[in-house]
């Protein structure tokens, strides 16, 4: 990649347990975290006066101004940038987008001390390796046993906000995850996986429930070991053995359900078999 170029990665929850809230409403959280490598593309150029030009898939109505959170990691960097980013993630979908496109931004200009300004999924953005996420997403760990995994991520094009979903969980205060165990095999690391939770799966579900219709038909597809959502939703994604199985498995879905965003990808973290 061009060092003027920036890649914003899907975020990944494989698990979101939410542990408490804090006096200020924000939640305290207990995340493992991946990222895709699929995910928003965005170019820099050295300007004398702000600028920002969305386009892609999803660019539609995405703010070309102070309200992005691009723009706004630029400014609170000091930085006067033209800004050009495509699109290719659904946004408000539970896999990072804005924050994503933002710790982007703050990685061109190193300025990662600015990321928790901006949003509490900022920070662990920066960075493209597994991390559990603690504390309302400020306190990071790397967690370097986490396999590399192939999976198919399906958002049935509705939007659940945040705010929304997080109100809708009636009970704040679930275990969070124990200590991270060193896995030996991807097996091992799914049977452990299948044990935890995303706190927000449910509340979400409450809100759209197509939510659950998506976890149906990923759970039913050939090959899928596991199938869960990501932060807050919609976005939900299985897990398959092979990238072969996670190929056909996509194909069937956007097959069957032509109004999905479907994909592919596989995730960052160590090679295991
Ligand atoms: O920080 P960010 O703007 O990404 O968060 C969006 C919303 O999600 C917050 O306004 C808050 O309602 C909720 N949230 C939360 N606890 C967190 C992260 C987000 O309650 N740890």
Known sequence: MATNEGFAPAKI???LHVTGQRADGYHLLDSLVVFANIGDRLWFEPADTMSLAVSGPFGAGVPEDNRNLVWRAAELAGATLGIRLAKHLP???GIGGGSSDAAAVLRFLNASEQAAKLGADVPVCLSSSPQRMQGIGEQLTTAPSV???HLVL???QVHVATPEVFKALKDKSNSGMSDLPDWKSTGEFVTWLQAQRNDLQAPAMSMAPVIGTCLQALN???GC????MSGSGATCFGIYHTGTQARLAAKSLAAANPGWWVKRTRTTGRDLS
């Open 154 to 156: 399906v958002n049935p």
């Open 13 to 15: 929850n494989l698990t």
């Open 225 to 228: 070991v596991m199938a869960r």
């Open 147 to 149: 396999p590399a995994l």
């Open 220 to 222: 039913t597809s050939r």
């Open 91 to 93: 946004h408000g979908a």
